[in-house]
């Protein structure tokens, strides 16, 4: 439904809250002429009644005060489609701080299929191969990444029903390192390129990018019948009239392009850089063994810079992360009986190798042994008391005692 109270020249948009939503914030129309710092800015409803947000947040500071040329660190994006909950604070995907929330939210998980799921972040990665990103699923933990949520409805934040997508964005269009930025699921159809092409152009914001009068571009609010792709183009900023490119009143330049502007800050595809990833190999257990519930996995994880984090997936659901070693993850207890899948992800912040094992969980059933072997419920190898004949029992504490007091775990 169209929001009748978006008309041209209004200032501030007084929308009544949904219930269990942040109370309604400043918005105010792109164009306005003036904006204070930390209110929003959002595009009249298009053809298909849905609004695009920025919020103003201050310019940046350099050393040089030359904010044009600086290559952001943040050359991660991380596709979240599984919740988040989130704290006030200055933007920091590290820590789950979003200068969009006012108070501790909570954004549900987006609902979609597989098959829609796999498409859209192929076309986010599609839209940003040119340049030097790497697009993943798993939360890159302590390293400058980009998030992108994908979930939940614009009331949770305070914003308009209509909106669709939300980005912070500077005075002088400059990098927000570690931003978070949003496609609201809730008000878009379960459709993978529409969804993908909001979040091109909320995360392109926290690059510095503006909207703009191109319609084959991400940036533009203009109405297009193709796939979009940043182009290498001159285009006038602005929804549907030409204006300098900035918020609020900010001017930070008079036009742009989107990839000359993305290539500046965050370098050409296969620019020279890390490019090899880590090397990930599980021990124990080995593919298809018998183990009981609560076993261990041991792995190796190695990398020519250094291994950042390693996360542990069940049957494709995040379940445990480690930043430093000793790695081993012990598994839940609670975990039934049958067949699993247990996937494990190693990346050094940039790159990021996966080893995934299949077993099957039975009650009684012998634990790994720590070298490669898996579990079987008979057999010399069968633990007594605690201990094997060849000592892989005290390997087996060791490692125990090791996640009990020194592993070092990040969950989300």
């Known amino acids: 439904m169209r929001l009748s109270c978006l008309v041209p020249g209004a200032l501030v948009l007084l929308v009544a809250p949904a219930i269990g939503a942040e109370p309604a914030r400043s918005v105010h129309l792109d164009g306005s002429a003036t904006v204070s710092l930390y209110d929003f800015v959002a595009t009249q409803p298009n053809a298909t009644d849905l609004q695009f947000a920025r919020q103003v947040l ?6 040089t005060g030359d904010t044009t040329a600086l290559v952001a660190q943040s050359r991660i994006l991380y596709l979240n489609k599984n919740g988040v909950t989130l704290s006030p604070g200055n933007n920091d995907s590290r820590t789950n701080r979003s200068s969009i929330v006012s108070a501790q939210t909570t954004i549900q998980p987006w609902a979609v299929s597989a098959t829609t799921w796999t498409a859209t972040v192929a076309c986010v990665r599609e ?5 030097d990103v790497q697009v993943v699923e798993t939360d890159p933990g302590n390293v400058p990444h980009i998030e992108a949520i994908f979930g939940g409805s614009p009331g949770q934040v305070g914003l308009p029903n209509g909106v669709a997508g939300v980005s912070p964005f500077t005075t002088d269009c400059s990098i927000i390192e570690n931003s978070i930025v949003f496609t609201f699921t809730d008000v878009i159809p379960a459709d993978a390129r529409l969804a993908c092409e909001i979040q091109a152009q909320e995360i392109a914001h926290s690059f510095g990018l503006d909207h703009e009068l191109l319609a084959s571009d991400p940036m533009t609010y203009l109405p297009y019948n193709g796939n979009r792709a940043f182009q290498n183009q001159t285009a006038s900023c602005g929804e549907d009239v030409s204006r300098p490119c900035g918020i609020g009143g900010s001017v930070c330049r008079p036009n742009q392009n989107s990839v000359t502007l993305l290539t500046e800050r965050l370098g050409a595809a ?26 261990t996995i041991n792995f190796d994880a190695t990398d020519n810079i250094g291994v950042t984090s390693a996360t542990l997936y069940v049957d494709g659901t995040m379940a445990d992360t480690l930043s430093a070693p000793p790695f081993a993850f012990v598994t839940s207890s609670s975990l039934s009986e049958g067949t699993h899948t247990f996937k494990v992800e190693a990346t050094d912040g940039k790159n990021i190798q996966a ?6 969980l039975r009650k009684g059933a012998q634990p790994p042994d720590g070298t490669g072997g898996g579990g079987t419920t008979g057999g010399d190898s069968d633990i007594a008391g605690g201990c094997s004949a060849g000592g892989h029992g005290s390997y087996l504490l060791a490692f125990a005692l090791l996640g009990l007091v020194g592993v070092v775990r990040r969950r989300r």
């Open 58 to 63: 201050p310019a940046s500071t350099t050393p």
């Open 355 to 360: 080893q995934e094992i299949t077993v099957t």
């Open 127 to 131: 839209i940003f191969a040119p340049f």
């Open 270 to 295: 296969g620019a020279a850089g890390d490019t090899i990833a880590p090397s990930v190999d599980v021990i124990s257990p080995t593919n298809g063994a018998v183990v009981p519930p609560g076993f």
